[in-house]
Every structure is written in structure tokens, then in C-alpha cells.
């Protein structure tokens, strides 16, 4: 190889460009770890979709590793793992560090929910003997994107006295699943005027549900009716049920690999179980840390994290102030001193839509997990913007632990914007920062992710926890 120049050396000394992952810092071994990690990743996304899904699937496996539900009454000592979960929506894992709790927390906080639709309260109807279904779409969609793909049902109906019923129609192989009908080219000449956000709207969103009636012809709309005799013989509901349930639709499609190389995996719902995935398993594998380290892995970040499942809610702050009073510390004091990586997704550069990007602080799918010092809209409006220092701190950490990792806005300034979790983080005073994994077709049915990414996104997670 040829002496490099004096340019070449300085260039190399003073100048920064975020790289491929397999360009400089991760060998052939270490990529064969981001290949084995994902394999589970993938598991995970096939076996738990939606938040209640999530944060049970979450807790079962806490259990297997030792987690016990936490008990604000008893006393707990350095190594201990603990859970409480909320409403069957929310979990938070927490393990107790050597170092004594008004050190501060290291938190990881990632959200659960994914954008999909809903049923409505009174979703079911016949049309022209079709059944179908009535949505109403949760968090940001673009709704031509949700029809004519395989769809699943998954969700809870609780009954006047309280029993609950779980619904899972569309995961399994022999399942039957659900689609959204659009018009066929020939005659969508009208439709195809529209623009592309009104495409298919939203009272378009339609289930087809079932095509055949209740054998009978003494009353009308008997496809509906044997739907409903369907659903009562399987759950034992009747129609009034569904005043009273959640129910919703989600892409029935199975996560995978994408690429002759084999290194992107497909799937629904990457954000943000991308990152919900990595630090739950970070707190799993953590050993005996120095802080005391907790997962948060929360609801409803997708319509803005209202309710008492989202991070809105003071449920979060209630768990850490009775963390701290179980030591006999002052909630507050300890938050004041506790740091946390708000794990969510950015995007990705997408070489076909270059325009919405600016391409020197993007993030890029295999340049590593990406920091997002601020998100926003209109001049940072609705951000939290993290400091110089914690931007710094975090920084040191991935560098002295060599985690590939990269720099990234949500896009070009005023091309939109967007916001994560981190400002209902900031607002009690703990010190945060978006730290989380590119993503191409975010908020698609099928989105794409690269395994580099989730990999070290993972890392980025474990070393943060093992912080002396
Ligand atoms: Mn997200
Ligand atoms: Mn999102």
C-alpha cells in the first residue's frame, strides 16, 4: 500500500465521517454476534406484537431469569431483579446496583405500541352480504399502505362481571386472517386523483370479515349474524361485547431476512420493539451493577403518551420514587441524579426519497446505533434537546466500548418532525437522550432495519448499564 500523504493523515486526524459498521470496527466475529442476536430478535417479533403481548412476554421472561415482583414493603440489596408491571401494558425490569440509590438510576425507556388500527366500538356490519369490520387507525399512518396485506386480530374483550377474553386470530399457519379491499386499476381512474394522503381514507379502512350467511331467511344481514354465532361458539361474546374490548389489527406478516446478503430483517413493528427488544435484554444480561439499572418499556408513545400506560403518566415516576423509598432515599433526589437512554427509532437515509434528508446529519442504516440529540418540529419545537455534557458522556461510553454508532436528525429542517418520549423523561428532571435504531419505511406495515443496528444498539444498552 502505498505511504499516505500529508492530506491523508490530517484528514484522518481532524476530520469525522460515521462509517459502515464492518469498514473499520466490527470483524467477521463480531458481525456473527449481530446475525445470532437478531435471530431471537426475530423470534421475538413473531411471538409478541402488541403491548399487552409485549409487556406479558416481557414478564414471563423476567421470571425465567430470576425477576420477582417488586414489593415496595421489603428490602431489597445489590443484584436483586425486580418487575411491576402496569395495567398489563407497561412493565418496568429493574436491577439493584452495588452503589447506593441517590447515585442515580441508569434508565432504559422504549415503547411497545406500533401504529395499526383499531376496531371501533361497534365495528361490526354487513354490506351487500360482506361482513366487515369498521377501524379507526392509532398513531402515524399512511393508510394506502394497509390494504390488500394479510392482517391479524389481536386483543382483550372484557365481559360486565370482569372475565377477560384474549384474541389472537391470523399469527398461525392455519389461522384464517383478515385484508382491506382497494379497487382494481380498471376502474380506480377517480380514486387515483386523489392525493396520495387521501388515497384510501380512513373510513375506507374496512376489515373484510366473512362472505357467507347464517343458513335461515327469515332475517336480514345473515352473513353478520353467522359471524357473530361464529365468534360466540369460539369466545362465547355477543355483539354488545365489543363496547367493551381492544381489539386490533396488525400486519399478519412474519418478520425475516431481507437481501441476497441476508443483512436487514423485515417486520412489522420494528419501532420501537427494535429497542424495547435490546434494552430488556441489556437489563437480562446485566451483572451485579454499579447503579441500580431499569427498562421501561411503556404505551401509547404512538398517539402522543397520553393515558396511564403512556410516559405521560406519573406511573413511571411513582415506580423510581418507590425504588428510592425502599432505601429510604427521596424519590426526586434520586431522579434529579438519574440518566436515562430514551430508546426509539430514527430514520433511515433512503436513497430513493434523498430529498427530505439532509444527507451530513442523517442517520444510515449499518453506520450503528444513532444518537438524536433533539427531534421536533418547526425550529425544535416539542423537543428536549439534550446537553452538550450528557451528549458528551454518552459519546465517551461508546467510543471507549467500541459500539458503532452514528449522529441523526429526524430529517431536513421543516421536511417535518416528530418527537419521542424523551420530554416526559426530562420533565422529572433525569438527564436523557434519544439513542436508537435507523429504520427504512418507519410506520409502514412492514418496516426494515439492518442487524448491525440492533446489535449495537444492544451493546450501546449493556455497556450503559455496566457503568462503574
Ligand atoms: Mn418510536
Ligand atoms: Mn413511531
Same mark, same amino acid.
Given at each position: 500500500?502505498?505511504?499516505?500523504?500529508?492530506?491523508?493523515? #490530517?484528514?484522518?486526524?481532524?476530520?469525522?465521517?460515521?462509517?459502515?459498521?464492518?469498514?473499520?470496527?466490527?470483524?467477521?466475529?463480531?458481525?456473527?454476534?449481530?446475525?445470532? /442476536?437478531?435471530?431471537?430478535?426475530?423470534?421475538?417479533?413473531?411471538?409478541?406484537?402488541?403491548?399487552?403481548?409485549?409487556? #406479558?412476554?416481557? &414478564?414471563?421472561?423476567?421470571?425465567?431469569?430470576?425477576?420477582?415482583?417488586? *414489593?415496595?414493603? &421489603?428490602?431489597?440489596?445489590?443484584?436483586?431483579? !425486580?418487575?411491576?408491571?402496569?395495567?398489563?401494558?407497561? =412493565?418496568?425490569?429493574?436491577?439493584?446496583?452495588?452503589?447506593?440509590?441517590?447515585?442515580?438510576?441508569?434508565?432504559?425507556?422504549?415503547?411497545?405500541?406500533?401504529?395499526?388500527? *383499531?376496531?371501533?366500538?361497534?365495528?361490526?356490519?354487513?354490506?351487500?352480504?360482506?361482513?366487515?369490520?369498521?377501524?379507526?387507525?392509532?398513531? @402515524?399512518?399512511?393508510?394506502?399502505?394497509?390494504?390488500?396485506?394479510?392482517?391479524?386480530?389481536?386483543?382483550?374483550?372484557?365481559?360486565?362481571?370482569?372475565?377477560?377474553?384474549?384474541?389472537?386470530?391470523?399469527?398461525?399457519? +392455519?389461522?384464517?386472517? /383478515?385484508?382491506?379491499?382497494?379497487? #382494481?386499476?380498471?376502474?380506480?381512474?377517480?380514486?387515483? &386523483?386523489?392525493?396520495?394522503?387521501?388515497?384510501?381514507?380512513?373510513?375506507?379502512?374496512?376489515?373484510?370479515?366473512?362472505?357467507?350467511?347464517?343458513?335461515?331467511?327469515?332475517?336480514?344481514?345473515?352473513?353478520?349474524?353467522?359471524?357473530?354465532?361464529?365468534?360466540?361458539?369460539?369466545?362465547?361474546?355477543?355483539?354488545?361485547?365489543?363496547?367493551?374490548?381492544?381489539?386490533?389489527?396488525?400486519?399478519?406478516?412474519?418478520?425475516?431476512? =431481507? @437481501?441476497?446478503?441476508?443483512?436487514?430483517?423485515?417486520?412489522?413493528?420494528?419501532?420501537?420493539?427494535?429497542?424495547?427488544?435490546? %434494552?430488556?435484554?441489556?437489563?437480562? +444480561?446485566?451483572?451485579?451493577?454499579?447503579?441500580? !439499572?431499569?427498562?421501561? #418499556?411503556?404505551?401509547?408513545?404512538?398517539?402522543?403518551?397520553?393515558?396511564?400506560?403512556?410516559? *405521560?403518566?406519573?406511573?413511571?415516576?411513582?415506580?423510581?420514587?418507590?425504588? %428510592?423509598?425502599?432505601?429510604?432515599?427521596?424519590?426526586?433526589?434520586?431522579?434529579?441524579?438519574?440518566?436515562?437512554?430514551?430508546? *426509539?427509532?430514527?430514520?433511515?437515509?433512503?436513497?430513493?426519497?434523498?430529498?427530505?434528508?439532509?444527507?451530513? +446529519?442523517?442517520?444510515?442504516? +449499518?453506520?450503528?446505533?444513532?444518537?438524536?440529540?433533539?427531534?421536533?418540529?418547526?425550529? &425544535?419545537?416539542?423537543?428536549?434537546?439534550?446537553?452538550?455534557?450528557?451528549?458528551?458522556?454518552?459519546?465517551?461510553?461508546?467510543?471507549?466500548?467500541? =459500539?458503532?454508532?452514528?449522529?441523526?436528525?429526524?430529517?431536513?429542517?421543516?421536511?417535518?418532525?416528530?418527537?419521542?418520549?424523551?420530554?416526559?423523561?426530562?420533565?422529572?428532571?433525569?438527564?436523557? !437522550?434519544?439513542?436508537?435504531?435507523?429504520?427504512?419505511?418507519?410506520?409502514?406495515?412492514?418496516?426494515?432495519? %439492518?442487524? =448491525?443496528?440492533?446489535?449495537?444498539?444492544?451493546?450501546?444498552?449493556?455497556?450503559?448499564?455496566?457503568?462503574?
Amino acid at each position: 500500500m502505498a505511504e499516505k500523504t500529508k492530506a491523508e493523515k #490530517l484528514q484522518e486526524e481532524l476530520c469525522y465521517d460515521a462509517e459502515h459498521g464492518m469498514k473499520s470496527q466490527m470483524d467477521d466475529k463480531e458481525v456473527a454476534k449481530a446475525d445470532k /442476536f437478531c435471530e431471537d430478535y426475530k423470534k421475538f417479533l413473531n411471538e409478541a406484537k402488541t403491548e399487552r403481548e409485549i409487556s #406479558l412476554w416481557m &414478564k414471563e421472561k423476567a421470571e425465567s431469569k430470576g425477576f420477582t415482583e417488586f *414489593d415496595k414493603t &421489603k428490602k431489597y440489596k445489590a443484584g436483586d431483579k !425486580v418487575y411491576r408491571v402496569n395495567r398489563d401494558k407497561a =412493565i418496568m425490569l429493574a436491577v439493584f446496583g452495588t452503589r447506593p440509590i441517590t447515585d442515580g438510576v441508569k434508565l432504559a425507556i422504549s415503547h411497545i405500541d406500533s401504529p395499526r388500527l *383499531d376496531l371501533k366500538p361497534n365495528p361490526l356490519y354487513e354490506s351487500e352480504e360482506i361482513a366487515l369490520f369498521k377501524t379507526h387507525y392509532y398513531g @402515524g399512518i399512511k393508510k394506502y399502505q394497509w390494504v390488500t396485506i394479510p392482517l391479524a386480530l389481536h386483543g382483550v374483550i372484557v365481559k360486565p362481571d370482569g372475565k377477560k377474553i384474549t384474541v389472537n386470530i391470523g399469527e398461525d399457519d +392455519n389461522d384464517p386472517k /383478515f385484508v382491506i379491499t382497494d379497487l #382494481l386499476p380498471h376502474l380506480g381512474k377517480e380514486q387515483e &386523483k386523489r392525493t396520495l394522503a387521501d388515497g384510501i381514507r380512513g373510513e375506507e379502512l374496512n376489515i373484510l370479515v366473512g362472505s357467507r350467511p347464517f343458513k335461515d331467511d327469515k332475517a336480514s344481514n345473515l352473513v353478520k349474524l353467522n359471524i357473530l354465532k361464529l365468534l360466540n361458539e369460539k369466545y362465547g361474546i355477543v355483539e354488545k361485547d365489543f363496547l367493551s374490548a381492544e381489539l386490533e389489527i396488525v400486519p399478519a406478516l412474519k418478520a425475516c431476512d =431481507i @437481501g441476497l446478503d441476508r443483512s436487514m430483517i423485515g417486520g412489522y413493528g420494528h419501532d420501537d420493539r427494535v429497542c424495547a427488544y435490546p %434494552a430488556a435484554e441489556a437489563v437480562f +444480561n446485566v451483572k451485579k451493577p454499579a447503579y441500580t !439499572v431499569v427498562t421501561v #418499556l411503556t404505551d401509547k408513545e404512538e398517539i402522543g403518551s397520553y393515558g396511564n400506560t403512556g410516559l *405521560d403518566s406519573f406511573y413511571f415516576s411513582y415506580f423510581l420514587s418507590d425504588l %428510592a423509598e425502599c432505601f429510604g432515599a427521596c424519590g426526586r433526589d434520586v431522579m434529579s441524579k438519574s440518566e436515562c437512554l430514551s430508546a *426509539d427509532v430514527n430514520s433511515a437515509f433512503d436513497p430513493t426519497f434523498p430529498e427530505v434528508m439532509e444527507k451530513r +446529519n442523517v442517520s444510515y442504516i +449499518n453506520k450503528g446505533v444513532v444518537i438524536t440529540k433533539y427531534t421536533g418540529a418547526r425550529g &425544535k419545537s416539542g423537543s428536549s434537546d439534550a446537553s452538550a455534557e450528557f451528549m458528551g458522556k454518552i459519546r465517551g461510553l461508546l467510543e471507549s466500548n467500541n =459500539i458503532v454508532w452514528q449522529i441523526g436528525e429526524l430529517g431536513a429542517v421543516d421536511a417535518g418532525g416528530g418527537g419521542t418520549v424523551a420530554l416526559d423523561v426530562a420533565r422529572h428532571n433525569i438527564e436523557v !437522550v434519544d439513542l436508537g435504531v435507523p429504520v427504512l419505511s418507519m410506520h409502514a406495515p412492514f418496516e426494515v432495519v %439492518a442487524k =448491525i443496528d440492533v446489535y449495537s444498539a444492544y451493546r450501546a444498552f449493556y455497556e450503559f448499564f455496566n457503568m462503574k
